[in-house]
C-alpha cells in the first residue's frame, strides 16, 4: 500500500541519523543529542501540536511514513519520536496556560511522561504537591516537559500533571533492558514536591472521553485507548521491517547458505504477517481520522487491531531470526538487535491482547455502534 505521503528531506536526514548511531545508542542506553536534535529538525514533534501555537494539528494517517522511517532505521529513535509525537497530542489538553508554558517558543518541543499513575499528588491552593517516583519514562533525558499520571489525595480519578525539566532527577533503572535500550526509558524522580498549578493539569476523563475538545483538530476528539498504541504498534512496524530487510541482506550475500532453502518459509509467512499488520494499522489510523464516525465499536477494533498487529510483528520477528543461521543471529548483528527491539515493544501494556479482547468483545456484543 503507498505511503499517505512521502516523508521531506529532514525525515530521511534523521533516519540516516539514526541508523548511524544504532549501535551505539543501544550499548549507551539513550539517544545520543545529535539524533534527537534531527528528530526535531523533522517537524514531526509539532504534527499534532494546536495551530495556535504553530502547529499542524494534523491526521493520523499522515503521521505513519515518517514514523515508520525512523523506527525502520532505529527502533529506540522510532520510539521515542512516537511516544514524544503522542505526548505532543496529549498536552493540547492543557488549559490555555499550559499549552502556552510549553510552546511558548515554538512548537518543536521534546515531551516525556507516563499513563500509568504513580507518585503522590495533594491538593493545595491553586493546584497540587506533586512528588514520587515514574518509572519508563521513554526519552527523558531530552524532553523539556513531562506530563505525569497521579491520583490526588480525595480525587474521584487520575489527573496528568506537567513538570518542567528543571523538577526532576532521573534514575539509571533501564540499563538492564533486554531491547529498545536506546530510549533511556529510565525512572522520573521528583524528590521534593514540585507545586503544579491547575492551568497545568487536566483529568484522565479529558483524554479518553474528549466531549470537549481543548483545540481546532480532529485529532484531539478520538477517545485516548482507540489511538494510543498506534503510537507503539508503528516502531514495531518499523523495526519487522529493518528485520526482514536484514534478513534479506544476509541471505544475498550467501545464496548458498544451506539455511536458505528452509528459510524459504519463514521469509514467506513473516512478510505476510507485516504486510499484515501493516495493513490493520492503517485502517486503525485512517478511523481515527474520521473521529464523527468513530463509535464505540469501531475504537474498540482500533484497540484490538493495535494488538493484533503487533503479535504478528513479533511473531515475523521472531520467525526470521529463529531461520536466520547462527551467523545472522551473534549478539552484534542487526537482526540479534532488531529481535530484542521487537520482543520488548510488544510487552508495551497498549498492545496487550486481554483487554483490547475484552473491549472489543464487549463492544460487539453489546453492539455499540
Not at 29 to 50: M, N, S, Y
Not at 221 to 235: C, D, T, W
Not at 331 to 338: D, F
Request: charged share 15%.
Amino acid at each position: 500500500m503507498p505511503p499517505l505521503f512521502t516523508p521531506v528531506p529532514e525525515v530521511e536526514a534523521a533516519a540516516l541519523c539514526a541508523a548511524e548511531h544504532a549501535a551505539d545508542t543501544d550499548r549507551a542506553g539513550r539517544l545520543p543529542d545529535a539524533v534527537v536534535e534531527a528528530l526535531v529538525g523533522t517537524g514531526l514533534l509539532a504534527h499534532f501540536v494546536p495551530r495556535a501555537f504553530g502547529g499542524a494539528a494534523g491526521r493520523f494517517g499522515d503521521s505513519l511514513p515518517a514514523l515508520l522511517r525512523l523506527a525502520e532505521a532505529d527502533p529506540s529513535a522510532g520510539w521515542c519520536a512516537a511516544v514524544m509525537t503522542s505526548m505532543s497530542r496529549m498536552a493540547a489538553f492543557l488549559p490555555p496556560a499550559g499549552q502556552r508554558a510549553v510552546w511558548a517558543h515554538g512548537p518543536q518541543v521534546p515531551m516525556a511522561g507516563t499513563l500509568q499513575p504513580a507518585g503522590k499528588a495533594t491538593p493545595a491552593p491553586g493546584g497540587w504537591l506533586l512528588s514520587g517516583r515514574w518509572p519508563y519514562c521513554s526519552g527523558v533525558h531530552h524532553a523539556r516537559w513531562a506530563l505525569l499520571s497521579a491520583v490526588p489525595d480525595g480525587a474521584p480519578g487520575p489527573r496528568f500533571l506537567l513538570v518542567p525539566r528543571s523538577a526532576w532527577t532521573t534514575e539509571p533503572t533501564w540499563s538492564g533492558a533486554v531491547g529498545l535500550r536506546g530510549t533511556g526509558s529510565d525512572t522520573l524522580v521528583l524528590d521534593d514536591e514540585v507545586f503544579v498549578p491547575e492551568e497545568h493539569s487536566f483529568t484522565r476523563e479529558q483524554l479518553f472521553t474528549p466531549a470537549s475538545p481543548p483545540a481546532d483538530g480532529d485529532c484531539y476528539r478520538v477517545p485516548h485507548e482507540a489511538i494510543s498504541g498506534l503510537f507503539f504498534a508503528l516502531p514495531l512496524l518499523g523495526t519487522a521491517r529493518a528485520a526482514l530487510a536484514a534478513w534479506t541482506a544476509s541471505a544475498s550475500r550467501n545464496p548458498s547458505a544451506g539455511w536458505l532453502r528452509a528459510g524459504d518459509a519463514a521469509l514467506a509467512t513473516a512478510s505476510g504477517k507485516i504486510d499484515a499488520a501493516d495493513l490493520l494499522l492503517r485502517r486503525a489510523a485512517r478511523t481515527c481520522d474520521e473521529p464523527d464516525a468513530l463509535t464505540p465499536l469501531l475504537a474498540a477494533r482500533c484497540r484490538r487491531d493495535h494488538a493484533t498487529a503487533a503479535g504478528l510483528l513479533n511473531e515475523a520477528v521472531q520467525d526470521l531470526f529463529q531461520s536466520a543461521g547462527v551467523g545472522a543471529t551473534t549478539g552484534t548483528g542487526a537482526l540479534s538487535r532488531l529481535w530484542r527491539d521487537a520482543g520488548m515493544a510488544a510487552l508495551h501494556p497498549s498492545l496487550a491482547v486481554p483487554p483490547a479482547a475484552q473491549a472489543y468483545a464487549g463492544s460487539l456484543l453489546r453492539r455499540d455502534g
